[in-house]
């Protein structure tokens, strides 16, 4: 099936999409601070972590279900399917390599999934909360 929109309005709509700020990953900072954990933000990491715990070593990712193909909630497109079935396993391979190349550096990477976060993202941060905790820093 062609696409209904131009060119133009395609571009303009996928313009809109977010790689940052996202609500999963807002409401995720949120329940963290709440916790008295203090990150860090547009990191220049591999991968751009979302949030970077600096003294603790640890990069934390916010995944999108369809972006990086959930194993709960992936769904492949049936329009155009060959064009994103590249570009969906493209980037699992990425995050892979980035995961790799942090993990060389020192880094502890954590990921986390778009629906655990919308299901609770004060369930979501304390299940990273051991993860990330310093020893006397936090008021938990």
Request: charged share 30%.
């Amino acid at each position: 099936m062609a696409d209904v929109l131009t060119p133009a309005q395609r571009r303009h709509c996928m313009s809109s999409i977010r790689g940052r700020d996202t609500r999963p990953e807002v409401r995720l900072r949120k329940a963290l601070w709440a916790l008295g954990l203090r990150y860090r933000l547009r990191s220049k990491l591999p991968g751009r972590p979302d949030l970077v715990f600096v003294a603790d070593h640890v990069a934390v990712f916010v995944d999108g279900c369809f972006w990086h193909q959930c194993p709960k909630h992936a769904v492949w497109p049936k329009n155009n399917s060959s064009f994103w079935r590249r570009k969906l396993e493209a980037n699992v391979k990425r995050d892979r390599r980035n995961n790799r190349e942090l993990k060389l550096q020192g880094w502890k990477v954590i990921r986390i999934w778009e629906h655990e976060v919308n299901s609770g993202p004060e369930a979501a941060a304390q299940k990273l909360f051991p993860r990330i905790r310093r020893s006397g820093r936090t008021r938990l």
